[in-house]
């Protein structure tokens, strides 16, 4: 599993943003006219008129479905990326994809059992407009299709099951809920201005060019709107419309040591128009660029292990890494994974200070949109808050519909990309402290516990890019939160130190009993997460956190020096005259 504030963690690229997201109509400034109630009722007609026919003709099969599910993403986005002032593309594309989902066999035992559990879906695209009957036949090829997998899955599960030594959680595999129908028609759709945005971006990228010692830099603005729709056969019926933006700005250079050195700001809201001012944006640029200049001349951290302070929104991450995905309640049965908290129920986890909630039902937190926020999960289940951890003991899991022991039902956290099937999956952790302290005061007591250990400094980590966890028993379970902004903190006085190539790593048991106190300010990590079901919107939010205790290693890093020759100057027709300040 990762979390990255950037569209993917390092190669992966990020598919879909925003819950219950797929894409409506944009303005007509987009040149697209906005879905009318009507076209909601078409999809909606049709697809519950497939699904009652495929329900009808495939029980009489051995073996047969018991849950059908359709689930149709109908989607416009806009895309804007410019670097060096220039724009790469501008795009703004249609797109209907449909999803059907299947369980054959019984609530017991179906073919997604284990690692059948991929078979129980099916994906392609649909055809734009209103014709009812060229979406009828790709829904009813669908369908066919996944019955074939499904069915042929079925008789692998069944086989397996019958050779194989009984498992430890004989859960089922799939968990009865309410239906529930909630059909909200589409919004007016938000009117986005292309010229406007794309000089906007492109101005963005162009500030950069002022800093010599910048390699690369990329703006990106992705905005998409439109609707889920959702029937299955237990009577469940949604249409969900949304929308959400997402601006990111990428900058990179390299040190003389071959280090690729990247900085990133990341602005979610629900439309552009709720994007910071311009003002605001350019003086990230240029912090971006000052920590990019200061980190290139910084020296390289050496392993470490010791007291450790972590900013809110690095807290955040750590959380989400370290303890959230452990908490996914999929995670708790199979004999392929770790099962680190599955038996810790009503047991203490955490310093009986800290409290963890997660809640997608959670719009905005001290002003700022959520990423993980929506209504119902990607099952047709409403979302909940769940409270996961109270004053330290472990409450609870993040349940989706497949069953664990002790929780058969899920609490509206099924959570996909389309194309995926669900699992329990994180929204909005939520941490909070009943041992705080203000920020100056939680200083004092970091550099009174680098005291008492009689270390020569301790390490303050203000900005992380992101991290990622390991939770399956075969390999080690353990995690790496990626640091950008690092200090040393002497203990002796001396200035703060910046360094740069540590990663943080360890394993969860061990790291989360080192929590010593916190800060008394919530900070937030909007980002995307990439797992089994895909990558999903998420957000964490913490306060600061003292550890008494923090392990870190060298970051690996390529040795290919920076440019020879510096960049071409920005002035008409002249010679680069900035040093790239990697000649010799």
Same mark, same amino acid.
């Given at each position: 599993?990762?979390?990255?504030?950037?569209?993917?963690?390092?190669?992966?690229?990020?598919?879909?943003?925003?819950?219950?997201?797929?894409?409506?109509?944009?303005?007509?400034?987009?040149?697209?006219?906005?879905?009318?109630?009507?076209?909601?009722?078409?999809?909606?007609?049709t697809m519950q008129a497939e699904l009652t026919r495929?329900?009808?003709?495939?029980?009489?099969?051995?073996?047969?479905?018991?849950?059908?599910?359709?689930?149709?993403?109908?989607?416009?986005?806009?895309?804007?990326?410019?670097?060096?002032?220039?724009?790469?593309n501008s795009i703004s594309s249609q797109s209907r994809?449909?999803?059907?989902?299947?369980?054959?066999?019984?609530?017991?035992?179906?073919?997604?059992?284990?690692?059948?559990?991929?078979?129980?879906?099916?994906?392609?695209?649909?055809?734009?407009?209103?014709?009812?009957?060229?979406?009828?036949?790709?829904?009813?090829?669908?369908?066919?299709?996944?019955?074939?997998?499904?069915?042929?899955?079925?008789?692998?599960?069944?086989?397996?099951?019958?050779?194989?030594?009984?498992?430890?959680?004989?859960?089922?595999?799939?968990?009865?809920?309410?239906?529930?129908?909630?059909?909200?028609?589409?919004?007016?759709?938000?009117?986005?201005?292309?010229?406007?945005?794309?000089?906007?971006?492109?101005?963005?990228?162009?500030?950069?060019?002022?800093?010599?010692?910048?390699?690369?830099?990329?703006?990106?603005?992705?905005?998409?709107?439109?609707?889920?729709?959702?029937?299955?056969?237990?009577?469940?019926?949604?249409?969900?419309?949304?929308?959400?933006?997402?601006?990111?700005?990428?900058?990179?250079?390299?040190?003389?040591?071959?280090?690729?050195?990247?900085?990133?700001?990341?602005?979610?809201?629900?439309?552009?128009?709720?994007?910071?001012?311009?003002?605001?944006?350019?003086?990230?640029?240029?912090?971006?660029?000052?920590?990019?200049?200061?980190?290139?001349?910084?020296?390289?951290?050496?392993?470490?292990?010791?007291?450790?302070?972590?900013?809110?929104?690095?807290?955040?991450?750590?959380?989400?890494?370290?303890?959230?995905?452990?908490?996914?309640?999929?995670?708790?049965?199979?004999?392929?994974?770790?099962?680190?908290?599955?038996?810790?129920?009503?047991?203490?986890?955490?310093?009986?200070?800290?409290?963890? +909630? /997660?809640?997608?039902?959670?719009?905005?937190?001290? %002003?700022? @949109?959520?990423? =993980? #926020?929506?209504?119902?999960?990607? *099952?047709?289940?409403?979302?909940?808050?769940?409270?996961?951890?109270?004053?330290?003991?472990?409450?609870?899991?993040?349940?989706?519909?497949?069953?664990?022991?002790?929780?058969?039902?899920?609490?509206?956290?099924?959570?996909?990309?389309?194309?995926?099937?669900?699992?329990?999956?994180?929204?909005?952790?939520?941490?909070?402290?009943?041992?705080?302290?203000?920020?100056?005061?939680?200083?004092?007591?970091?550099?009174?516990?680098?005291?008492?250990?009689?270390?020569?400094?301790?390490?303050?980590?203000?900005?992380?890019?992101?991290?990622?966890?390991?939770?399956?028993?075969?390999?080690?379970?353990?995690?790496?939160?990626?640091?950008?902004?690092?200090?040393?903190?002497? +203990? /002796?006085?001396?200035?703060?130190?910046?360094?740069? %190539?540590? @990663?943080?790593? =360890? #394993?969860?048991?061990?790291?989360? *009993?080192?929590?010593?106190?916190?800060?008394?300010?919530?900070?937030?990590?909007?980002?995307?997460?990439?797992?089994?079901?895909?990558?999903?919107?998420?957000?964490?939010?913490?306060?600061?956190?003292?550890?008494?205790?923090?392990?870190?290693?060298?970051?690996?890093?390529?040795?290919?020096?920076?440019?020879?020759?510096?960049?071409?100057?920005?002035?008409?027709?002249?010679?680069?005259?900035?040093?790239?300040?990697?000649?010799?």
């Amino acid at each position: 599993m990762s979390l990255s504030q950037r569209t993917g963690f390092r190669n992966q690229t990020f598919v879909r943003i925003g819950l219950l997201v797929a894409g409506v109509s944009l303005a007509a400034t987009c040149g697209a006219q906005p879905a009318a109630d009507p076209q909601s009722e078409m999809l909606l007609g049709t697809m519950q008129a497939e699904l009652t026919r495929a329900k009808a003709s495939l029980g009489k099969l051995d073996p047969a479905p018991y849950f059908i599910s359709y689930a149709i993403f109908d989607q416009q986005t806009i895309a804007i990326t410019a670097q060096d002032g220039a724009l790469v593309n501008s795009i703004s594309s249609q797109s209907r994809r449909a999803d059907v989902t299947m369980h054959v066999g019984t609530p017991a035992l179906d073919n997604t059992h284990d690692q059948g559990r991929e078979s129980g879906i099916n994906s392609l695209p649909l055809p734009l407009g209103n014709d009812r009957d060229a979406i009828a036949r790709s829904l009813w090829l669908l369908t066919y299709n996944e019955y074939r997998q499904a069915s042929g899955a079925f008789l692998q599960v069944k086989t397996q099951n019958a050779v194989q030594s009984e498992e430890e959680d004989k859960s089922p595999d799939f968990s009865t809920e309410t239906s529930h129908q909630d059909v909200l028609p589409p919004g007016p759709p938000a009117a986005i201005h292309m010229k406007e945005w794309e000089d906007r971006v492109r101005a963005y990228s162009a500030e950069f060019k002022k800093y010599p010692f910048i390699y690369n830099a990329v703006t990106s603005l992705t905005f998409e709107q439109g609707t889920e729709y959702m029937v299955s056969t237990d009577g469940t019926r949604l249409s969900e419309p949304g929308h959400q933006a997402r601006l990111v700005l990428e900058a990179e250079t390299r040190a003389d040591d071959g280090m690729d050195l990247l900085r990133v700001e990341t602005f979610q809201a629900s439309t552009p128009e709720q994007f910071p001012s311009v003002a605001e944006i350019s003086a990230k640029i240029e912090k971006m660029a000052s920590d990019l200049k200061a980190l290139r001349a910084a020296p390289v951290a050496d392993p470490y292990d010791g007291p450790a302070l972590l900013s809110g929104r690095a807290t955040a991450v750590f959380f989400h890494e370290v303890l959230g995905h452990r908490l996914e309640g999929h995670r708790q049965r199979g004999e392929e994974e770790g099962q680190t908290f599955t038996k810790k129920v009503n047991q203490s986890v955490l310093p009986s200070f800290l409290s963890v +909630a /997660d809640d997608p039902t959670m719009k905005k937190l001290n %002003g700022i @949109d959520l990423a =993980g #926020t929506y209504a119902f999960d990607d *099952e047709g289940t409403p979302a909940e808050r769940v409270e996961v951890i109270q004053n330290g003991i472990l409450k609870n899991f993040l349940m989706s519909r497949i069953p664990i022991a002790n929780f058969s039902h899920s609490n509206g956290h099924g959570r996909r990309q389309a194309g995926r099937m669900a699992t329990g999956r994180q929204g909005n952790l939520i941490v909070t402290s009943t041992n705080t302290m203000p920020e100056a005061d939680l200083r004092k007591r970091f550099i009174e516990e680098i005291k008492k250990q009689g270390k020569p400094y301790g390490l303050y980590f203000e900005d992380v890019e992101g991290g990622f966890t390991l939770t399956q028993r075969e390999l080690p379970q353990a995690f790496q939160v990626l640091p950008i902004i690092v200090w040393r903190v002497y +203990a /002796d006085g001396r200035p703060d130190e910046l360094v740069r %190539g540590v @990663d943080i790593v =360890g #394993t969860p048991l061990s790291a989360l *009993e080192r929590i010593v106190v916190t800060g008394n300010k919530t900070e937030i990590f909007n980002g995307v997460c990439g797992a089994e079901s895909g990558f999903v919107p998420v957000s964490a939010a913490a306060p600061a956190m003292l550890f008494s205790e923090m392990e870190v290693q060298k970051s690996s890093h390529g040795r290919d020096r920076p440019p020879i020759l510096p960049p071409p100057s920005t002035t008409p027709g002249g010679a680069g005259s900035g040093h790239a300040g990697g000649t010799r």
